[in-house]
Protein backbone atom coordinates (compact mmCIF):
# COMPACT_ATOMS: atom_id res chain seq x y z
CA UNK A 1 0.00 0.00 0.00
CA UNK A 2 2.93 2.70 0.96
CA UNK A 3 4.74 1.82 -2.77
CA UNK A 4 1.34 2.42 -4.50
CA UNK A 5 0.85 5.51 -3.05
CA UNK A 6 4.49 6.24 -3.36
CA UNK A 7 3.72 5.39 -6.91
CA UNK A 8 0.66 7.70 -7.42
CA UNK A 9 2.50 10.67 -5.41
CA UNK A 10 5.25 10.64 -7.90
CA UNK A 11 3.10 10.27 -10.82
CA UNK A 12 0.44 13.45 -9.54
CA UNK A 13 3.80 15.50 -8.86
CA UNK A 14 4.85 14.92 -12.58
CA UNK A 15 1.77 16.30 -13.97
CA UNK A 16 2.60 19.38 -11.75
CA UNK A 17 5.53 20.37 -14.00
CA UNK A 18 5.83 22.48 -16.64
CA UNK A 19 7.06 20.45 -19.06
CA UNK A 20 7.02 22.89 -22.10
CA UNK A 21 10.04 25.54 -19.84
CA UNK A 22 11.48 22.25 -18.59
CA UNK A 23 12.35 20.51 -21.61
CA UNK A 24 13.26 24.11 -23.05
CA UNK A 25 15.62 25.04 -20.55
CA UNK A 26 17.21 21.47 -20.10
CA UNK A 27 18.13 20.87 -23.98
CA UNK A 28 18.77 24.71 -24.52
CA UNK A 29 21.51 24.56 -21.79
CA UNK A 30 22.42 21.13 -21.30
CA UNK A 31 24.17 18.55 -24.47
CA UNK A 32 21.83 15.77 -25.37
CA UNK A 33 22.99 13.14 -23.35
CA UNK A 34 22.65 15.28 -19.80
CA UNK A 35 19.29 17.17 -21.55
CA UNK A 36 17.51 14.22 -21.98
CA UNK A 37 18.00 13.16 -17.97
CA UNK A 38 16.00 16.45 -17.10
CA UNK A 39 18.13 17.50 -14.26
CA UNK A 40 16.52 21.03 -14.58
CA UNK A 41 12.90 20.72 -13.45
CA UNK A 42 10.38 23.96 -13.54
CA UNK A 43 7.58 24.50 -11.59
CA UNK A 44 4.63 26.63 -12.12
CA UNK A 45 4.73 29.75 -13.88
CA UNK A 46 8.04 30.91 -15.55
CA UNK A 47 9.58 33.68 -17.43
CA UNK A 48 12.57 33.08 -19.22
CA UNK A 49 14.15 37.43 -20.02
CA UNK A 50 17.09 35.30 -21.49
CA UNK A 51 18.68 32.17 -21.83
CA UNK A 52 22.45 32.81 -23.33
CA UNK A 53 24.32 31.69 -20.92
CA UNK A 54 25.14 28.51 -19.41
CA UNK A 55 23.98 26.33 -16.61
CA UNK A 56 26.38 23.86 -15.14
CA UNK A 57 26.85 20.66 -12.95
CA UNK A 58 30.22 20.29 -10.85
CA UNK A 59 28.09 17.17 -9.46
CA UNK A 60 26.61 13.73 -10.89
CA UNK A 61 23.96 14.47 -13.43
CA UNK A 62 20.39 12.91 -11.97
CA UNK A 63 16.24 13.60 -12.73
CA UNK A 64 15.74 17.13 -10.85
CA UNK A 65 19.02 18.04 -8.98
CA UNK A 66 18.14 21.76 -9.89
CA UNK A 67 14.97 22.64 -9.46
CA UNK A 68 12.98 26.30 -10.11
CA UNK A 69 9.42 27.48 -8.82
CA UNK A 70 8.89 24.40 -6.35
CA UNK A 71 6.97 25.97 -3.20
CA UNK A 72 8.79 24.96 -0.22
CA UNK A 73 7.63 27.48 2.45
CA UNK A 74 4.19 28.64 1.75
CA UNK A 75 4.37 32.53 1.05
CA UNK A 76 2.15 34.34 -0.97
CA UNK A 77 5.58 34.70 -3.56
CA UNK A 78 5.59 31.32 -4.05
CA UNK A 79 2.92 31.28 -6.52
CA UNK A 80 4.30 34.33 -8.40
CA UNK A 81 6.21 33.17 -11.68
CA UNK A 82 10.02 32.51 -11.61
CA UNK A 83 12.10 35.41 -13.88
CA UNK A 84 15.10 33.73 -15.41
CA UNK A 85 17.68 35.91 -16.82
CA UNK A 86 20.99 33.88 -17.40
CA UNK A 87 23.52 35.21 -19.54
CA UNK A 88 26.70 34.73 -17.25
CA UNK A 89 26.80 31.00 -15.78
CA UNK A 90 25.02 29.37 -13.19
CA UNK A 91 27.45 26.61 -11.49
CA UNK A 92 25.60 23.83 -9.46
CA UNK A 93 27.65 21.95 -7.20
CA UNK A 94 24.27 19.88 -5.81
CA UNK A 95 20.63 19.62 -5.17
CA UNK A 96 19.51 23.26 -5.14
CA UNK A 97 15.73 24.40 -4.71
CA UNK A 98 14.32 27.84 -5.95
CA UNK A 99 10.90 28.83 -4.84
CA UNK A 100 8.79 30.39 -6.85
CA UNK A 101 8.71 33.99 -7.45
CA UNK A 102 12.13 34.09 -7.44
CA UNK A 103 14.17 37.02 -9.80
CA UNK A 104 17.73 35.27 -11.01
CA UNK A 105 19.68 37.92 -13.11
CA UNK A 106 22.78 36.87 -13.77
CA UNK A 107 24.04 39.71 -16.62
CA UNK A 108 27.73 38.37 -16.39
CA UNK A 109 30.05 36.58 -14.32
CA UNK A 110 29.04 33.39 -12.67
CA UNK A 111 26.71 32.26 -9.67
CA UNK A 112 28.13 29.43 -7.99
CA UNK A 113 26.05 27.75 -5.70
CA UNK A 114 26.84 24.33 -2.75
CA UNK A 115 24.75 21.71 -2.27
CA UNK A 116 21.46 21.20 -0.71
CA UNK A 117 20.66 25.14 -1.06
CA UNK A 118 17.81 26.50 -1.07
CA UNK A 119 16.05 30.00 -2.32
CA UNK A 120 12.91 31.00 -0.14
CA UNK A 121 9.81 32.74 -1.95
CA UNK A 122 10.43 35.97 -3.87
CA UNK A 123 14.39 35.86 -3.45
CA UNK A 124 16.46 38.28 -5.99
CA UNK A 125 19.84 37.64 -6.87
CA UNK A 126 21.16 40.00 -9.33
CA UNK A 127 25.14 38.77 -10.47
CA UNK A 128 27.26 41.26 -12.50
CA UNK A 129 30.73 39.43 -11.45
CA UNK A 130 30.40 37.16 -8.83
CA UNK A 131 28.37 35.20 -6.36
CA UNK A 132 28.39 31.93 -4.51
CA UNK A 133 26.89 30.63 -2.30
CA UNK A 134 28.15 27.15 0.03
CA UNK A 135 26.84 24.33 0.79
CA UNK A 136 23.54 23.38 3.07
CA UNK A 137 23.07 27.32 2.66
CA UNK A 138 19.41 28.71 3.03
CA UNK A 139 17.65 32.01 2.21
CA UNK A 140 14.24 32.84 3.32
CA UNK A 141 11.69 34.56 1.72
CA UNK A 142 12.15 37.91 -0.22
CA UNK A 143 16.16 37.98 0.66
CA UNK A 144 18.20 40.33 -2.20
CA UNK A 145 21.04 39.64 -2.35
CA UNK A 146 22.86 42.22 -5.33
CA UNK A 147 26.52 42.29 -5.90
CA UNK A 148 26.32 45.67 -7.74
CA UNK A 149 24.34 48.24 -7.15
CA UNK A 150 23.45 48.64 -11.03
CA UNK A 151 24.23 52.39 -11.57
CA UNK A 152 27.24 54.05 -11.23
CA UNK A 153 27.40 57.28 -8.98
CA UNK A 154 29.57 60.44 -10.34
CA UNK A 155 31.21 63.08 -7.98
CA UNK A 156 30.38 66.12 -9.91
CA UNK A 157 33.26 67.77 -8.38
CA UNK A 158 36.16 65.16 -9.07
CA UNK A 159 34.39 63.44 -11.77
CA UNK A 160 35.46 60.69 -9.85
CA UNK A 161 33.41 57.42 -10.56
CA UNK A 162 34.03 54.53 -8.31
CA UNK A 163 33.23 50.59 -9.42
CA UNK A 164 29.91 49.65 -8.66
CA UNK A 165 30.39 46.29 -8.07
CA UNK A 166 32.14 43.70 -6.17
CA UNK A 167 31.73 39.42 -5.65
CA UNK A 168 29.60 38.54 -2.77
CA UNK A 169 30.80 35.12 -0.90
CA UNK A 170 28.07 33.72 1.60
CA UNK A 171 29.92 30.48 3.25
CA UNK A 172 28.23 27.11 4.17
CA UNK A 173 25.66 26.52 6.73
CA UNK A 174 24.30 29.88 6.49
CA UNK A 175 20.80 30.50 7.19
CA UNK A 176 19.93 34.40 5.57
CA UNK A 177 16.16 35.17 7.19
CA UNK A 178 13.35 36.66 5.57
CA UNK A 179 14.07 40.30 3.93
CA UNK A 180 17.41 40.32 4.56
CA UNK A 181 19.62 42.57 1.80
CA UNK A 182 23.20 41.50 1.21
CA UNK A 183 25.11 43.97 -0.65
CA UNK A 184 28.35 44.19 -3.07
CA UNK A 185 31.43 42.62 -1.73
CA UNK A 186 30.20 41.17 1.03
CA UNK A 187 32.10 37.76 2.66
CA UNK A 188 30.50 36.28 5.34
CA UNK A 189 31.55 33.17 7.16
CA UNK A 190 30.29 29.65 7.11
CA UNK A 191 27.63 28.99 9.51
CA UNK A 192 26.10 32.60 10.52
CA UNK A 193 22.57 33.31 10.62
CA UNK A 194 21.33 36.61 9.86
CA UNK A 195 17.81 38.53 11.70
CA UNK A 196 14.85 39.44 9.79
CA UNK A 197 15.29 42.52 7.58
CA UNK A 198 19.01 42.85 8.04
CA UNK A 199 21.03 44.82 5.47
CA UNK A 200 25.13 43.69 5.24
CA UNK A 201 27.52 45.65 3.60
CA UNK A 202 30.78 44.90 2.81
CA UNK A 203 31.79 46.97 5.90
CA UNK A 204 29.26 46.14 8.53
CA UNK A 205 30.89 42.01 7.99
CA UNK A 206 34.39 42.84 8.60
CA UNK A 207 35.82 41.00 11.00
CA UNK A 208 32.87 38.87 11.52
CA UNK A 209 33.50 35.61 12.37
CA UNK A 210 32.25 32.27 11.67
CA UNK A 211 28.42 30.94 13.84
CA UNK A 212 27.57 34.51 14.21
CA UNK A 213 23.83 36.25 14.63
CA UNK A 214 23.76 39.37 13.07
CA UNK A 215 20.90 41.90 12.92
CA UNK A 216 19.68 45.39 11.93
CA UNK A 217 20.49 47.68 9.55
CA UNK A 218 23.42 48.01 9.14
CA UNK A 219 24.37 44.69 10.30
CA UNK A 220 25.99 44.05 13.94
CA UNK A 221 26.52 40.88 15.74
CA UNK A 222 23.86 40.34 18.39
CA UNK A 223 25.61 36.37 19.14
CA UNK A 224 28.58 34.56 18.54
CA UNK A 225 28.80 30.71 18.75
CA UNK A 226 25.47 29.76 17.51
CA UNK A 227 23.90 27.89 14.36
CA UNK A 228 21.21 26.80 13.16
CA UNK A 229 19.93 23.41 14.13
CA UNK A 230 19.05 22.04 9.81
CA UNK A 231 17.96 18.26 11.02
CA UNK A 232 14.11 18.39 10.60
CA UNK A 233 13.90 15.38 13.16
CA UNK A 234 15.46 17.33 15.62
CA UNK A 235 13.46 20.08 15.33
CA UNK A 236 10.57 18.38 15.18
CA UNK A 237 11.73 16.70 18.88
CA UNK A 238 13.16 20.32 19.84
CA UNK A 239 9.15 21.59 18.88
CA UNK A 240 7.29 18.79 20.75
CA UNK A 241 9.59 19.51 23.70
CA UNK A 242 8.38 23.26 24.23
CA UNK A 243 4.82 22.62 23.00
CA UNK A 244 5.04 19.85 26.26
CA UNK A 245 6.91 21.66 28.68
CA UNK A 246 5.61 25.16 28.35
CA UNK A 247 7.26 26.72 31.16
CA UNK A 248 10.54 25.51 29.27
CA UNK A 249 12.82 28.45 28.17
CA UNK A 250 15.70 26.54 26.85
CA UNK A 251 17.04 22.63 26.59
CA UNK A 252 20.13 21.04 25.99
CA UNK A 253 20.86 19.12 23.07
CA UNK A 254 24.59 18.45 21.73
CA UNK A 255 27.80 20.54 21.59
CA UNK A 256 29.80 21.52 18.81
CA UNK A 257 28.48 21.37 15.02
CA UNK A 258 27.57 18.59 13.37
CA UNK A 259 27.66 17.33 10.19
CA UNK A 260 24.01 17.12 8.77
CA UNK A 261 24.33 16.35 4.96
CA UNK A 262 23.33 12.36 5.49
CA UNK A 263 19.65 13.73 5.54
CA UNK A 264 17.73 13.81 2.37
CA UNK A 265 15.37 16.68 2.25
CA UNK A 266 11.76 16.01 1.53
CA UNK A 267 11.66 19.67 -0.98
CA UNK A 268 14.27 18.09 -2.88
CA UNK A 269 12.49 14.59 -3.89
CA UNK A 270 10.11 14.77 -7.04
Given at each position: ????????????????I???????????????????????????????I?????I???????????????D??G????????????????????????????????????????????????????????????????????????????????????????????????????????G???G????????????R????????V?????C???????A????????????????????????????????????????E??????????
Amino acid sequence: MNLLKKRLKFIFNLLKINWFKTIYINFKTQNFVNACRFPIIVWGKCKIIAINGAIEFECPIRFGILQFGKDIDGFPASFLPTTLLISGKLLIKGNVVFSGGVNLSIWKGTVEIGNFCRFGSGCVIKCIEGISFGKMTRLSAHCVVMDTDVHFIRNIATGVTKKAFSPIVIGSYCWLNAGTLVGKGVHLPDCCITGRSAFLSKNSVIGVESCSFLVGSPARVRAKGVVRIFSESEEIRLQEYFLTNKIAQETKTFLGFPDEEYQTFAYFII
